[in-house]
């Protein structure tokens, strides 16, 4: 019975080992599913990294611009108002009903003078605290285009030194010292769109208001712009004419911190687009200028009657209206090309 048994189980044995009969094990494999973005890798987390730290780069140099602007703003108005009853810093904006959509750039504050008169206004030397000219300095009348001439050639050597020499024009005209300080393409006046003076530009008029202080004559200060219009060019937006105005008086503001008499200007006019000195090209950095118009003592005398009590002069003298002399008129009338009146009445015949 045991040998039975053991032959049965030697004949199994054989059974299993035999390999057409053996039966193969099924192994079940199981893969995770494929995503639709495992083809691109990891290279779209570089690319938006990227993206990231070019957005804050970006609005890294957007506010230190705008930071720069706010602290120029700040500074100009510290010294415009130096001298001011109505506190340190203290200013008038314009109101800002129009100007470039998305601009940066703060419009220019008006330095608050309060009830006072201009001619009781503060003088400030350079150092920005206010000061007065020396009671017994003798003031410089420039009448003759020669003395014209000394002062525009003492302008001129400040421009230079300034590093501003292309910047400034003078012409000497039968009404006084023209000087036309405008932008270039490489040396710009003002900021682009605002009454803010570049650095070496608020230096050269400081420079300027000593000599300046040194004169009897008045001048005339008058702002200009180029053609190019605001994006909200509305009747109460703010416009050309508002700009040229602001800068001739943010101009006015330099002078004055550099020691010039509150009484050397006659006037401040802002003329906006209206007389260019190239008619051809709307947006040339020439057309954009502040003039300083020295008068002689015969035209600021006419302009002060002009807008004072009919009949005088403001000094309360009358005013004797005459002809003008006739040499001074045909010279003029030879150096703008213009035919002599003999001449004009022939052509009328």
């Excluded at 421009?159 to 490489?186: C, F, W």
């Excluded at 000094?315 to 209206?321: D, K, R």
Aim: with cysteine.
């Amino acid at each position: 019975m045991a040998a039975r048994n053991k032959s049965k189980a030697k004949a199994g044995e054989a059974a299993v080992l035999k390999p057409h009969e053996k039966h193969e094990q099924a192994i079940i494999k199981r893969a995770g599913r494929k995503h639709d973005d495992d083809g691109h890798g990891g290279a779209w987390k570089v690319a938006f990294a990227d993206f990231c730290l070019a957005l804050l780069s970006l609005f890294l140099v957007l506010w230190l611009m705008a930071a720069r602007e706010q602290q120029a703003m700040k500074e100009i108005m510290m010294d415009a108002s130096a001298g001011s009853r109505q506190g340190e810093g203290q200013g008038v904006m314009p109101e800002q009903k129009g100007g470039p959509r998305g601009s940066l750039i703060e419009r220019f504050p008006m330095p608050r003078k309060g009830t006072g008169d201009t001619r009781t206004e503060g003088k400030q030397t350079q150092d920005g605290k206010a000061g007065s000219a020396p009671p017994n300095q003798t003031k410089v009348s420039y009448q003759s285009p020669e003395d014209l001439l000394s002062l525009s050639r003492a302008l001129d050597k400040l421009s230079d030194e300034a590093g501003l020499k292309s910047n400034l024009q003078s012409v000497i005209t039968p009404y006084g010292l023209r000087v036309m300080l405008h932008d270039t393409d490489k040396q710009g006046m003002f900021v682009r769109g605002s009454a803010v003076p570049t650095d070496r530009f608020r230096k050269l008029l400081r420079q300027m208001g000593p000599v300046f202080a040194q004169m009897e004559n008045q001048m005339l200060i008058v702002g200009h712009t180029d053609s190019l219009q605001y994006a909200n060019n509305g009747y109460e937006g703010y416009s050309n004419w508002t700009l040229s105005a602001n800068r001739a008086m943010s101009a006015r503001a330099q002078l004055l911190i550099g020691s010039m008499s509150p009484d050397s200007v006659l006037q401040v006019v802002g003329m906006a687009d209206r007389a260019p000195l190239d008619v051809k090209n709307a947006s040339a950095g020439i057309n954009r200028r502040i003039e300083l118009l020295i008068l002689t003592r015969g035209q600021a005398d006419s302009i002060a009657a002009m807008f004072g009590m009919a009949g005088q002069k403001a000094q309360g003298e009358e005013l004797q209206v005459g002809e003008p002399d006739a040499g001074t008129l045909q010279r003029l009338r030879d150096k703008l090309g213009l035919p002599a009146k003999k001449e004009r009445d022939e052509h009328a015949n």
